[in-house]
């Protein structure tokens, strides 16, 4: 219990000193090749204990093998360990978290052919209120309801996320599932 909130608290504090580096202008890239099928499940590791816990079906699904794409690993694992806290902190017991990593050909994204990298992550957790869900990467933004009373929170994680996917050049949204039960983010890259 100790190591893992003393983790926490290490990640908040380097959150915070990300999102100084994001504001100053100041954050650098630093690319590598990397196999990000490989790359994610091990990020997917550190919730395995989690999800055993509360008897959460974490399922893992990719379209290939292995996918080697440019990125900083850095920055893409707080991006992945960020949306999966998320998903694990507004998932009941008993729920489900599903991870997909796919590949895609874009037609007309920014005037180009382009091939991009998408990844997926679903919950079937509380959701999101449809007049809140463009305000959940501003700054300091929180939702206010009865789950979250209870968890703690700063309000910077999406907005440190959508910033570093932004510094990847790529796209982050959110949206509510088609069911109404939970909430799917896509990364696209």
């Given at each position: 219990v100790v190591e893992r909130n003393t983790n926490r608290m290490l990640r908040l504090v380097n959150q915070i000193l990300d999102f100084r580096k994001i504001q100053n202008k100041k954050m650098k890239m630093q690319v590598q090749r990397v196999d990000v099928v490989s790359f994610v499940r091990k990020v997917m590791d550190n919730f395995e204990?989690?999800?055993?816990?509360?008897?959460?079906?974490?399922?893992?699904?990719?379209?290939?093998?292995?996918?080697?794409?440019?990125?900083?690993?850095?920055k893409l694992?707080?991006?992945?360990?960020?949306?999966?806290?998320?998903?694990?902190?507004?998932?009941?017991?008993?729920?489900?978290?599903?991870?997909?990593?796919?590949?895609?050909?874009?037609?007309?994204?920014?005037g180009a052919l382009k091939d991009y990298f998408e990844i997926d992550i679903t919950d079937n957790g509380i959701g999101i209120d449809k007049n809140k869900i463009e305000q959940i990467f501003e700054r300091f933004y929180q939702i206010d309801n009865d789950m979250t009373q209870s968890n703690f929170g700063t309000g910077i994680g999406l907005h440190l996320s959508r910033s570093l996917v932004e510094l990847?050049?790529?796209?982050?949204?959110?949206?509510n599932r088609e069911d109404g039960q939970g909430t799917r983010f896509i990364i696209r890259l």
């Open positions: 204990a989690v999800a055993e816990e509360h008897r959460i079906d974490f399922l893992f699904e990719t379209e290939k093998q292995h996918l080697f794409l440019w990125v900083d690993v850095d694992e707080k991006i992945v360990f960020n949306l999966l806290s998320n998903a694990f902190k507004y998932t009941h017991e008993g729920g489900n978290i599903e991870v997909l990593l796919k590949t895609g050909h874009n037609d007309a994204y920014r990847h050049h790529g796209i982050i949204k959110a949206e």
